[in-house]
């Protein structure tokens, strides 16, 4: 009995030990954080007798809180998630999304509801410590396949949480009131779970490890000698050297020089450890200024800054679609009940996001080749999908476009992360993440200043979409464009070098 207990024991601290267990963690993590059964149905609920909002209240006063909060954290927000190594940041974005629910729950006035947006932009901003997080404890060569498994499993929250809230409120079986008190479970649980992820070790600036390689964007090559492992490789062969000239000697000898090897790669292990420096407070300017630094070296690589570039504007467009598509789909549809089939369009188009996410982690194409074309073409069919959701005014058309849609942006912005990733070293993901981040909530302040806020032109739903889809337009132009131009440069190139 109790060497079965040792057994256990020692499986489960190998377990622990593994990528599996942390990758695994921060997927329950993420599928209960984006269970929201009420998300699909929320302008009704704010419109609707629980709250007694006016459909222009919620578009032009409190949504565009949202991206104005976003934007106005997202840099302190990085900036704490390295600072403290991402898990804490982890945990309070399930707390912010935890308050931002309850705000949803049991406050009715404008305010109240800009206040709530304030928070649900502080949660949106702490996202980049969840993909950050599964970077600093994976090895590169997983990066393909956390990014996957992360990116999947939050589409698929989400679209269980769309089953349920279409299901619960076709039949009936909770008012929105009850279906929000299920959500604060469902995040208390994802709390739980977030408190249970090991921390890591190292961060990018602020708890750094420094084993004298370089830092900026080295891929996988700088990966196959963090932390010392390369002066760990070179003694254990130092010490195979050492057993082959001894192999003749005494049993004894050759344990003691077995022990004597194994002694100096632990004295070496606890040298490299010693190399770990945590900055302080009182370098906070260095830091900052390193910062500056990395980000001009890491963008230097061309492939990176046009990836970057497609993510940052894409990412401003496909929030803008998302946040104000009901309001088109009650313009398509107002003598009806608009909302009937909301939840089942959003679990439909989360399930094959998520299906396009995961499946995009087992291809084989190269993607430094084809990629330029691809982010072209398929937003082009994004910018149709828009243009037909738009003017055709029937609401099918739009619940197919916005379900094509989204399953495009899943399917490029999946493996726009998974290039970048790949392209960098892990100290450096979470700068390029914030940064793109940062450049999409940039453009979409400006868009949301000038075309949605009342304060601005506050132009109704279908110039705003028109406007959205000519924007995806330009996207597919600029792409496909150079998408071509690099293909037709690299078989020129290639047909030199055979020359």
Known sequence: MGNKIIVLLKTALLWRSDWRYPTTLLCIYGFFSTVKPLEPFIIPYLTGPDKNLTTEQVNNQIFPVWTYSYLAVLVPVFLLTDWLRYKPVVVFQCVSLFITTAMLLWMESVPAMQA????????????????????????????????SYCRSIQLLGYTVGSVLGQLLVSFNLMSYNNILVFTLVLTAIALLTSCLLPMPQQSMFFHRRHTGQKTATEGT???SSVGGTG???????GSNV??????????????????????????????AEDLEESVGADNCSKVLLQVWRDFRQCYASRQLLYWSVWWAMATCGYNQT??????????????QNFSIYNGGVEAVSNLLGAATAYGIGFTEVRWEQWGELALGGFSGLGAASLFLMTFIGNIWVCYA????????????????????????????????????????????????????????LGLGIIPQFTIYASYFSVIAVVFSLRGVLSIHCGSVEASSQVQ
């Not at 001894?246 to 004597?260: A, I, L, N, S, Y």
């Not at 946040?323 to 003598?335: D, F, K």
């Open 221 to 223: 090559k700088r990966h």
């Open 322 to 335: 998302v946040n104000y598509v009901q309001v088109l789909w009650e313009h398509a549809q107002p003598s």
């Open 401 to 456: 476009g916005y379900v094509i849609f989204k399953c495009l942006y899943m399917l490029l912005i999946t493996i726009a992360m998974y290039q970048i990733a790949a392209d960098l070293s892990m100290e450096r993901y979470a700068l390029v993440f914030g940064a793109n981040n940062f450049g999409a909530l940039a453009l979409q302040t400006i868009i949301t200043s000038v075309v949605v806020d009342s304060r601005g």
């Open 116 to 147: 709530m947006q304030f928070f649900y932009g502080v949660v949106t901003a702490s996202e980049v410590a969840y993909f950050s997080y599964i970077y600093s404890v994976v090895d590169v060569k997983r990066y393909r396949k956390a990014t």
């Open 242 to 271: 050492s057993l082959e000239e001894v192999r003749d000697e005494k049993v004894e000898k050759r344990g003691k020089t077995e022990d004597e090897a194994r002694n100096g790669l632990d004295e070496k292990e606890h040298k």
């Open 231 to 237: 002066d760990a490789a070179e003694h254990t062969r």
